[in-house]
């Protein structure tokens, strides 16, 4: 019974001892504002470590992008998706107005019939959407969360975008090489 006894005090000892040391590990991460009063220089340590953690559980998208996104497009129905296509060339995009309806889930085929490699840079329209996939030539598959600037190589070229437009208003789409917008490849993405 002695021994048993030693055998379970050594147990609740180690128990403890470990407990300690997994409860100072843990110390840290707790709330940064009360860390951060009493010593400074560790808060910052700390935040890091919980912005990390975050991260890691459902990584950020930019400020400014569909957050969701990821859901909204595991809850379209793509069987009702709609392909338009969009040519660039010089020094135009056709159609110059493209008309989308928010929350319709688009197949927008980017296909360059140029003599010259050309952009479809929409900055804001492209933060307005929530994003699939990105395709090229039927060859092969990107999946993203967000996108920033897309190139349409020379002729045939063709890159196509699986979005679903999510906030409406009206988008500018121009093509950034050399002085290509200037010439003309500036065009509007209208979301209804
Ligand atoms: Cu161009």
Redesign the pocket.
């Known amino acids: 019974m002695e021994r048993n006894t030693l055998i379970v005090a050594m147990a609740v000892a180690l128990a403890g001892f470990s407990w300690a040391v997994s409860a100072q590990v843990v110390a840290p991460a707790a709330p940064a504002k009360s860390v951060s009063k009493a010593k400074p220089a560790k808060a910052k340590a700390s935040e890091a470590k919980s912005v990390e953690a975050a991260k890691t559980v459902e990584p950020a998208k930019p400020a400014g992008f569909i957050q969701d996104g990821a859901a909204l497009v595991k809850a379209a129905d793509w069987n009702k998706m709609e392909t338009v296509t969009v040519e660039l060339g010089e020094?135009h995009f056709h159609p110059m107005d493209l008309k989308l309806k928010a929350g319709q889930p688009y197949k927008i085929e980017l296909k360059n019939v140029g003599e010259?490699h050309?952009?479809y840079t929409a900055p804001e329209f492209f933060k307005n959407v929530a994003w699939r996939k990105l395709m090229v030539n039927g060859q092969a598959e990107i999946k993203v969360d967000y996108v920033n600037a897309l190139e349409v190589l020379k002729k045939p070229g063709q890159l196509d975008i699986y979005i679903i437009p999510v906030n409406k208003g009206t988008y500018t789409v121009y093509?950034t090489?050399d002085d290509?917008r200037e010439k003309g490849?500036e065009g509007t993405i209208i979301v209804e």
């Open positions: 020094y010259k050309h952009y093509c090489i290509h490849m």
